[in-house]
């Protein structure tokens, strides 16, 4: 039975959406950015429902959109200059049974738990490995397809890269001091935390631009004032400035669910010309990006 384009176009934004929390995890280890990695999901997306229409109905989606995502994250990277590369040798032998021994477990484990910055640090070819294998546990087979590798090209890829991770993640840290937040996220979290919404739409600039995972642009001063109508309803909302990778990753706002919370839910960015907001990132329909995110709250101002 053929798919009329109307039900395929349907089919693959219902996948999407499905898989936009696992596409984000793999692009922002890649780009080493939470932020980067939502820009490289969001054109994806984007390069997905324009591919669409030309797409076999038969083509297995995930895979497919998996090979997009590795593509843009690529050019991201090489657009930024970081791109490095290290011929594959001979493999090293690693398990891919679905009951993972203790030592496989572990090594999943570490993977999970290290910090998006630090994959950058290893080449291309590892660091696509131990994401895909271990953070998102797809097996050697669909890597192998997915980078047009041996599969003993890729174990090799993943034994150097989590044997480079184990290093990484034993090195002594640098000394985590939490800076004090800018002047311009001071009165940002100051006004919406008074719930001074007139304050908050005085600074924003003309042309500012909102942005929410699942839901369309807003643009311009009168529609992004809208915008905080919709918090005006949530009165426990409450937002800490906070740091990026020790500060390296940028400021963010930290949105806690309530002031009392020990984590936050989610993030926003909030990014400035001269006095004005030019655009706010909110993600409170993308909680995900908080995963591997290395997050420090901004110190008090004097």
């Not at 669910?257 to 839910?265: L, N």
Request: with cysteine.
């Amino acid at each position: 039975m053929s798919i009329s384009p109307v039900d395929g176009r349907a089919r693959l934004q219902a996948v999407m959406a499905e898989l936009r929390p696992e596409l984000h995890r793999y692009c922002a280890r890649l780009a080493g950015s939470v932020f980067d990695g939502d820009d490289i999901v969001q054109d994806v997306l984007v390069r997905a429902l324009v591919a669409a229409d030309g797409l076999d109905p038969e083509t297995p989606l995930k895979p497919w959109l998996f090979r997009i995502a590795h593509n843009r994250a690529l050019d991201h990277l090489r657009s930024q200059a970081v791109r490095r590369s290290e011929p594959i040798e001979a493999a090293v032998q690693v398990a891919d049974d679905l009951t993972l021994d203790p030592a496989e477990a572990l090594m999943r484990q570490e993977a999970v738990a290290t910090a998006l910055s630090r994959f950058t640090q290893l080449p291309i070819a590892q660091r696509s490995a131990v994401i895909l294998k271990d953070v998102l546990g797809h097996s050697l087979e669909e890597i192998s397809e997915l980078l047009d590798l041996s599969v003993n090209a890729v174990k090799a890829a993943l034994s150097r890269g989590r044997t480079r991770l184990t290093e990484l993640n034993a090195a002594p840290g640098k000394p985590r001091l939490a800076k004090p937040a800018s002047a311009g996220s001071a009165q940002f979290s100051a006004l919406f935390n008074q719930r001074d919404w007139d304050g908050l739409r005085a600074l924003l600039a003309e042309d500012v631009h909102l942005t929410q995972a699942t839901h369309p642009d807003r643009k311009g001063r009168s529609d992004v004032g809208m915008f905080f109508t919709i918090y005006a309803e949530i009165p426990e909302f409450h937002l800490v400035p906070a740091y990026l990778d020790g500060g390296h990753g940028g400021e963010v706002m930290a949105v806690f669910a309530r002031a009392d919370d020990a984590q936050p839910s989610y993030l926003m960015k909030v990014e400035w010309r001269d006095s004005r907001i030019v655009r706010i990132r909110d993600f409170r329909y993308a909680g995900y990006i908080l995963e591997g995110a290395d997050l420090v709250l901004a110190a008090p101002r004097a």
